[in-house]
């Protein structure tokens, strides 16, 4: 498949009060034409900054990794000039925030804030931008969208919010998707048809989704790939079907074991002990493995690569070349 986006090898640190915290360390991922990849973790694994990362949006205290790279369309965005990222940002790249309600300026009509992302991007006029704004709003499923053009954001729910954000993204035709937390402080019925309007916009404009989520039942009808990520790496990648078949790190095991079965109501939900530590104190050798129910000696004091786990699979995890080392659950 065809790689539209190819990270490699990002980094990022922040210098802190109490020394640097490295959020993202060596993530290197593909986002393949008309797929869907979930990148899955607690919150502070680093989901959201390698997310901000690929649009250069992070604050000027962060540190990019040297080596890093990030290729879209045969340039690498950690290199391009002011013009050209900006015609890649929104044009190229979209991406969709966390809490509509907060990401909408309060003081202008959704239309119009809509309708301002057409005209920084295309050399149109005012009547050309508010007929797109209006275009995409019904797109994504806004009923009465000449009437809602004129709304306030205080003004709509927060599913409507959430698809005038999608709208505001798709309105320059991107070719890539950057969903992060779509349905965070939505309700469940919400949350649903976000993601189903999620997959209908994918396969009727051919977009290539990355979906930033915590949970992992929410991504398994929508992703076609997960990543995973811990301790500000990705700790296993490999197909939906085959992490829900049968996880190869301890930490995903640990996500899924916390998902409730409704198959199998009567199972007792696991809970992964402890907490993501700070981004300034990860421990030394694997950095799950003081949470980790099949950790030894080796974990504490040699931090384990990505290797192959199988077929089209990748894992960090001494457990691969130790299997014999797993306890049985």
């Not at 991107?174 to 919400?190: F, G, N, R, S």
Request: proline residues 6%; aromatic residues 4%; contains cysteine.
């Amino acid at each position: 498949m065809t790689a539209v986006l190819s990270v490699r090898d990002l980094g990022v640190t922040f210098d802190t009060p109490r020394g640097p915290a490295r959020a993202v360390d060596g993530v290197s991922f593909d986002l393949h034409a008309g797929e869907t990849l979930a990148l899955v973790g607690e919150s502070g694994c680093g989901k959201t900054v390698t997310a901000l990362s690929i649009l250069r949006l992070l604050p000027d205290a962060a540190r990019v990794a040297p080596g890093a790279s990030i290729t879209y369309a045969g340039a690498d965005i950690l290199k391009l000039e002011a013009e050209p990222l900006r015609q890649v940002r929104g044009a190229g790249i979209a991406m969709v925030f966390q809490e509509p309600m907060t990401s909408l300026n309060p003081v202008l009509s959704v239309g119009w804030q809509i309708a301002e992302t057409v005209l920084a991007h295309k050399s149109v006029g005012r009547a050309t931008a508010d007929a797109r704004a209006i275009e995409v709003m019904k797109l994504v499923g806004i009923a009465d969208a000449e009437d809602r053009y004129r709304a306030y954001p205080h003004q709509l729910s927060g599913g409507l919010c959430q698809r005038v954000m999608i709208a505001m993204a798709l309105a320059c035709e991107p070719k890539v998707l950057i969903a992060d937390e779509p349905t965070t402080a939505l309700d469940v019925t919400i949350q649903a048809q976000i993601l189903e309007l999620l997959v209908d916009l994918k396969r009727r404009l051919g977009l290539s989704v990355l979906l930033i989520s915590h949970d992992l039942a929410l991504v398994s009808g929508v992703a076609d790939r997960i990543a995973v990520m811990y301790g500000g790496h990705i700790v296993e990648e490999a197909a939906t079907a085959d992490v829900f078949a049968k996880p190869v790190h301890p930490y995903t095991e640990g996500l899924l074991g916390a998902v409730p079965r409704i198959d199998r109501p009567e199972l007792r939900l696991a809970a992964i002990p402890g907490n993501v530590p700070p981004a300034t104190e990860w421990p030394a050798g694997c950095r799950f493995h003081p949470r980790c129910a099949h950790a030894w000696d080796r974990c504490s004091t040699g931090e384990p690569g990505l290797v192959a786990a199988g077929a089209n699979r990748t894992a960090r995890c001494w457990l691969i070349e130790e299997p014999g080392r797993r306890k049985s659950s």
